[in-house]
């Protein structure tokens, strides 16, 4: 009689991630390639952190993503960090080795630079609002990328003094600047208009951009994608501008965390027509 291969374990850790498209994304991945594996949600509360980590080997648990809001809490959990990972200062992907050791990874910003990179936007000069989690790796990917110049805005100022400072003392390619009021952005002097904050999520949040700051040569990508077409998105679409959403950058750091979970190529049309479907869902 054949031994039975164990089934493998990975998810995504977090709170609350209930109506994540994650475990759609990668099970449909891990069905097509045939891997004796399940992602599932590990939905933890900070209280419970701690045994979570404890537990991984007893669950059969060989890799996970992390998202809100342990990207950067988890860290002192880990072994060793990527140098992504360790330049960005968050992790949203963990690899189990065999003999239990916990490595972190980033793969927002490869998820972020392999979306513009399908979209073909070739960024110069960025404004970005939002300096929390997911601007870090977005700064990181357009720093990589060596745009000219990158403006943040948050309305907690430490917060985008500390990604200025992280950033402009790693890269010297690109001019970073900070912005204390949303205007001086100079959003009409940029060519590409990231937002990297939850506003646009709920129906009653505003559009944090004037109208009159719009402009041709702009490109208008917001990280959110539930809803597909924020307040923000939709006056970029009013004044014909080019714009996205966050699904791809939710589809490509979920291509590449496949491939460190898994070793193999990842099934790209199979994961992005599940992620597809499960947004049309929500
Ligand atoms: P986060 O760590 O909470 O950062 C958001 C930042 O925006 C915070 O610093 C927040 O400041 C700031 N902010 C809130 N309201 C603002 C306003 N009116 N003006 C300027 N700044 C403001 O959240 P995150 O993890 O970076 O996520 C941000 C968004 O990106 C979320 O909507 C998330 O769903 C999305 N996201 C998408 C992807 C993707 O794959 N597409 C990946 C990651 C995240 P305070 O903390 O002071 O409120």
Same mark, same amino acid.
């Given at each position: 009689?054949?031994?039975?291969?164990? +089934?493998?374990?990975?998810?995504?850790?977090?709170?609350?991630?209930?109506? *994540?498209? *994650?475990?759609?994304?990668?099970?449909?991945?891990?069905?097509?390639?045939?891997?004796?594996?399940?992602?599932?949600?590990?939905?933890?509360?900070?209280?419970?952190?701690?045994?979570?980590?404890?537990?991984?080997?007893?669950? $059969?648990?060989?890799?996970?993503?992390?998202?809100?809001?342990?990207?950067?809490?988890? /860290?002192?959990?880990?072994? *060793?960090?990527?140098? &992504?990972?360790?330049?960005?200062?968050?992790?949203?992907?963990?690899?189990?080795?065999?003999?239990?050791?916990?490595? &972190?990874?980033?793969?927002?910003?490869?998820?972020?630079?392999?979306?513009?990179?399908?979209?073909?936007?070739?960024?110069?000069?960025?404004? /970005? !609002?939002?300096?929390? &989690?997911?601007?870090?790796?977005?700064?990181?990917?357009?720093?990589?990328?060596?745009?000219?110049? =990158?403006?943040?805005?948050? /309305?907690?100022?430490?917060?985008?003094? *500390?990604?200025?400072?992280?950033? +402009?003392?790693?890269?010297?390619?690109?001019?970073?600047?900070?912005?204390?009021?949303?205007?001086?952005?100079?959003?009409?002097?940029?060519?590409?208009?990231? $937002?990297?904050?939850?506003?646009?999520?709920?129906?009653?949040?505003?559009?944090?951009?004037?109208?009159?700051? =719009?402009?041709?040569?702009?490109?208008?990508?917001?990280? !959110?994608?539930?809803?597909?077409?924020?307040?923000?998105? +939709?006056?970029?679409?009013?004044?014909?501008?080019?714009? +996205?959403?966050?699904?791809?950058?939710?589809?490509?750091?979920?291509?590449?965390?496949?491939?460190?979970?898994?070793?193999?190529?990842?099934?790209?049309?199979?994961?992005?027509?599940?992620? /597809?479907?499960?947004?049309?869902?929500?």
């Amino acid at each position: 009689m054949k031994p039975q291969v164990k +089934s493998l374990t990975f998810g995504l850790l977090g709170y609350p991630i209930k109506h *994540s498209l *994650s475990p759609s994304m990668h099970n449909a991945g891990l069905r097509s390639l045939k891997i004796k594996a399940r992602y599932k949600l590990f939905e933890v509360n900070f209280e419970k952190l701690a045994e979570f980590f404890l537990n991984i080997k007893k669950k $059969n648990i060989r890799a996970f993503n992390v998202t809100i809001p342990y990207k950067e809490k988890v /860290i002192p959990y880990l072994n *060793s960090l990527s140098v &992504g990972a360790q330049e960005i200062g968050a992790v949203n992907t963990v690899v189990v080795s065999r003999n239990g050791k916990l490595k &972190g990874f980033n793969t927002d910003y490869l998820g972020f630079a392999g979306h513009l990179k399908e979209l073909k936007v070739k960024p110069y000069r960025v404004a /970005i !609002i939002g300096a929390g &989690g997911a601007a870090k790796a977005v700064c990181f990917a357009l720093a990589k990328m060596k745009v000219l110049e =990158l403006c943040i805005y948050d /309305i907690d100022k430490f917060k985008s003094l *500390s990604l200025f400072k992280r950033l +402009s003392s790693n890269f010297a390619h690109t001019r970073f600047d900070v912005a204390t009021r949303i205007e001086d952005l100079k959003i009409g002097q940029k060519d590409l208009l990231i $937002n990297a904050t939850p506003v646009g999520m709920h129906s009653g949040d505003p559009c944090l951009i004037n109208e009159s700051w =719009l402009h041709k040569g702009l490109f208008v990508y917001d990280l !959110i994608y539930d809803p597909a077409e924020t307040k923000l998105i +939709s006056l970029a679409r009013k004044y014909g501008l080019n714009c +996205s959403n966050g699904l791809g950058m939710l589809l490509y750091q979920g291509v590449f965390a496949f491939k460190y979970f898994t070793g193999k190529k990842p099934p790209v049309k199979i994961m992005q027509e599940a992620l /597809i479907k499960g947004a049309q869902k929500i």
